[in-house]
């Protein structure tokens, strides 16, 4: 049999076929309408965080410099190292301070001698001069009472009595001028005062050079981490510079920048998760301590301030750091995916939720009220119940569009 000549029915048949496909296809598209792949609101919990990034510091620094002019002779420590309180840091050249310190040493042995002077020798001697004026007066005036009976008697005359009261006058002023010796070296007098003024003096005076002997020797106020060092040997340091920043070992701080906006949320005592930008996948919890009540008028921020309990051990000063402070939680809330949400920030939030409608299904635009805002979820709290399936905002579908449901996978 000749089959050539059923070829064309042949073809005609294939395209009848694929014709009736297509009419079915698009017929199904229109009654049923495009799959779209939903997602369903749930009850779970949403955490509302504010996120910012800062650094970690200690709560406060230090900035070591030196207290006198000097050259750096010595610098033992690097900058990230960890110090002991007391560890030297920096050694100046120490010379010149020796030098002042045995002088001042000296001035102290010359005024204790001059006190061991005053006691040994200056208040023995003037009390014995007080007493041999003392018998010299005594002589005086025996004499001048004997010669003053002669006189009244006639045997002797005016100029014999005269030189008798002028020697008991003169050994009188040697008995004044002897006392007032012993007054001033004994410790009540003037003499001894200023000998143990001097001392004082002199001792001020080693003190003092001690001290700038101590200061050619700086050491660490305290256990830490040197986190800064601008210094070298050779160099001429001068009071007011910094040459070092130390930062004490204790609890660790994070410093953020929060937009103002955030303030009415924030609150001493809540729980923040932080990571550090050098190990994302580990993170470590925070507690917020500090909210700055003014506002930086520039940036519009303000300075929070987070305690790490636990800091791991491979933070650093100054490393920059992510954090999540959590400001709010609904445990049982209605959620959703973000994603689904059509106009999230505007004054009038709406999804499009699919509603059964005869044969199928159709998206029909739904005003919700929208509570906490979680990473990734949002809490519906009114507009929407658990298992209602949403349209995502991705979608290219109108309301009131038919639609084939399909499950987010």
């Given at each position: 049999?000749?089959?050539?000549?059923f070829?064309?029915?042949?073809?005609?048949l294939?395209?009848?076929?694929?014709?009736?496909?297509?009419?079915?296809?698009?017929l199904?598209q229109?009654?049923?309408g495009?799959?779209?792949?939903?997602?369903?609101?749930?009850r779970?919990?949403?955490v509302?965080?504010?996120?910012?990034?800062?650094?970690?510091?200690?709560?406060?620094?230090?900035?070591?410099g030196?207290?006198?002019?000097?050259?750096?002779?010595?610098?033992?420590?690097?900058?990230?190292?960890?110090?002991?309180?007391?560890?030297?840091?920096?050694?100046?050249?120490?010379?010149?301070a020796?030098a002042?310190?045995?002088?001042?040493?000296?001035?102290?042995?010359?005024?204790?001698g001059?006190l061991?002077?005053?006691?040994?020798?200056?208040?023995?001697?003037?009390?014995?001069?007080?007493?041999?004026?003392?018998?010299?007066?005594?002589?005086?005036?025996?004499?001048?009472?004997?010669?003053?009976?002669?006189?009244?008697?006639?045997?002797?005359?005016?100029?014999?009595?005269?030189?008798?009261?002028?020697?008991?006058?003169?050994a009188?002023?040697?008995?004044d001028?002897?006392?007032?010796?012993?007054?001033?070296?004994?410790p009540?007098?003037?003499d001894?005062?200023?000998?143990i003024?001097?001392?004082?003096?002199?001792?001020?005076?080693?003190?003092a050079?001690r001290?700038r002997?101590?200061y050619?020797?700086?050491v660490?106020?305290?256990?830490?981490?040197?986190?800064?060092?601008?210094?070298?040997?050779?160099?001429?340091?001068?009071?007011?510079?910094?040459?070092?920043?130390?930062a004490?070992?204790?609890?660790?701080?994070i410093?953020?920048?929060i937009?103002?906006?955030?303030?009415?949320?924030?609150?001493?005592?809540q729980?923040a998760?932080?990571?550090?930008?050098a190990?994302?996948e580990?993170?470590?919890?925070?507690?917020?301590?500090?909210?700055n009540p003014?506002?930086?008028?520039?940036?519009?921020?303000?300075?929070?301030?987070?305690?790490?309990?636990?800091?791991p051990?491979?933070l650093?000063?100054?490393?920059?750091?992510?954090v999540?402070i959590?400001?709010?939680?609904s445990?049982?809330?209605?959620?959703?995916?973000?994603?689904?949400?059509?106009?999230?920030?505007?004054a009038?939030?709406?999804?499009?939720?699919?509603?059964?409608?005869?044969m199928g299904?159709?998206?029909?635009?739904?005003?919700?009220?929208?509570?906490?805002?979680g990473?990734?979820?949002?809490?519906?709290?009114s507009?929407?119940?658990?298992?209602?399936?949403?349209?995502?905002?991705?979608?290219?579908?109108?309301?009131g569009?038919?639609v084939?449901?399909?499950?987010?996978?």
């Amino acid at each position: 049999m000749d089959l050539s000549r059923f070829k064309p029915w042949r073809w005609r048949l294939v395209a009848a076929a694929a014709a009736l496909a297509l009419a079915g296809y698009l017929l199904v598209q229109f009654l049923l309408g495009p799959k779209v792949e939903v997602v369903e609101a749930v009850r779970r919990e949403v955490v509302q965080a504010v996120v910012a990034t800062g650094r970690i510091e200690s709560p406060f620094r230090v900035d070591i410099g030196a207290q006198v002019v000097g050259t750096v002779v010595r610098v033992p420590v690097e900058q990230g190292q960890a110090v002991a309180g007391g560890q030297t840091l920096i050694e100046l050249d120490a010379a010149e301070a020796h030098a002042l310190v045995r002088q001042a040493e000296a001035a102290v042995i010359q005024a204790e001698g001059r006190l061991r002077q005053l006691r040994e020798l200056q208040l023995p001697v003037a009390s014995q001069s007080l007493r041999q004026a003392q018998a010299n007066y005594a002589n005086a005036r025996a004499q001048f009472e004997r010669n003053r009976k002669l006189f009244e008697s006639g045997f002797i005359g005016q100029s014999v009595l005269d030189e008798s009261q002028r020697n008991m006058d003169v050994a009188q002023t040697q008995v004044d001028t002897a006392r007032k010796q012993v007054d001033t070296a004994r410790p009540q007098g003037s003499d001894y005062a200023l000998a143990i003024a001097a001392l004082a003096q002199a001792n001020a005076g080693l003190q003092a050079a001690r001290a700038r002997l101590a200061y050619t020797r700086i050491v660490a106020p305290a256990t830490g981490t040197l986190i800064a060092r601008n210094v070298e040997h050779g160099d001429v340091v001068q009071p007011g510079k910094t040459l070092m920043v130390l930062a004490p070992a204790g609890e660790t701080q994070i410093v953020v920048q929060i937009d103002e906006r955030n303030i009415g949320r924030l609150r001493l005592g809540q729980p923040a998760l932080a990571s550090a930008d050098a190990y994302p996948e580990k993170r470590f919890a925070a507690e917020v301590t500090y909210v700055n009540p003014g506002v930086d008028a520039q940036r519009g921020t303000v300075e929070v301030k987070l305690r790490v309990p636990e800091p791991p051990p491979y933070l650093r000063q100054d490393m920059t750091v992510s954090v999540d402070i959590e400001v709010a939680r609904s445990p049982k809330a209605i959620a959703l995916p973000a994603e689904a949400v059509r106009d999230a920030t505007g004054a009038s939030p709406w999804v499009l939720r699919v509603e059964a409608e005869g044969m199928g299904s159709r998206a029909v635009r739904r005003n919700v009220e929208l509570g906490l805002r979680g990473t990734g979820w949002v809490e519906i709290r009114s507009g929407l119940e658990p298992g209602d399936r949403v349209v995502p905002a991705a979608a290219p579908i109108q309301p009131g569009s038919r639609v084939r449901a399909v499950p987010d996978a």
